[in-house]
């Protein structure tokens, strides 16, 4: 008969053969802590093997706003925090243990999250493994994501394709014909520097087209 611990960080708190007895004792826990104050329990098998964490936590990550200035240097001018956990426990978990700070990764989960077009840094390991429980991403593993998953019931991000007509009223000298006149205009549009974004909380512009003009 497979048996399981509960522990709360390096501590056991319970031994049972019913993950669902040691869920519902961590569930109960949790109920009767101080609003403010985020803990996790892990459920592991008996030879320590991870299979369940029950948190009051969410993935908090850290968006660091940047921009360039006049020699390149990317500099702060903003700090944000993002809730990424739907964005995590939807990633595959070969991504979530190699997840780190300031990489390709993270900017990937961050800019799910935030509305931002210039250079920054992410940080959302930290989060991920205090959310998880655990204190290395690789000890997660394939039940414990599972088991968040079944837990938190992640929903999926979808994208929309919203089509706009955009009116551009150009100043420009006059042009000795209708010729030149549409060949200044055609590099208008040619060379373009354009940018939207959006003010609405759950929605981010991922990417822009001019498909007609």
């Known amino acids: ?84 956990t739907d964005v995590v426990l939807n990633l595959p978990l070969d991504d979530i243990r190699e997840m780190a700070d300031n990489s390709e990764d993270s900017d990937n989960v961050g800019n799910q999250c935030v509305e931002w077009h210039g250079p920054h840094v992410v940080h959302i390991e930290d989060a991920i493994m205090e959310y998880f429980g655990v204190e290395d991403l690789s000890e997660i593993t394939e039940e414990l994501l599972v088991f968040a998953r079944e837990r938190e019931k992640p929903k999926q991000k979808i994208v929309e394709t919203m089509t706009l007509t955009v009116k551009l009223n150009v100043l420009m000298s006059e042009q000795e014909d209708e010729e030149a006149r549409q060949q200044l205009l055609s590099e208008v549009v040619e060379n373009l520097d354009y940018d939207f974004t959006s003010n609405t909380p759950g929605a981010i512009i991922q990417s822009t087209e001019i498909t007609d003009c």
């Not at 708190?13 to 519902?24: G, Q």
Request: aromatic content about 10%.
């Open 1 to 84: 008969m497979q048996y399981y611990k509960l522990f709360d960080g390096d501590t056991a708190v319970k031994t049972s053969n019913s993950m669902r007895i040691l869920t519902d004792t961590a569930e109960n826990l949790l109920s009767e802590l101080p609003e403010d104050e985020k803990k996790t329990y892990l459920i592991r098998k008996l030879e320590g093997r991870p299979v369940g964490s029950i948190s009051n936590r969410r993935i908090i990550g850290l968006y660091k706003k940047q921009e360039w200035d006049g020699n390149d240097y990317a500099i702060l001018v903003g700090e944000v925090e993002f809730d990424a």
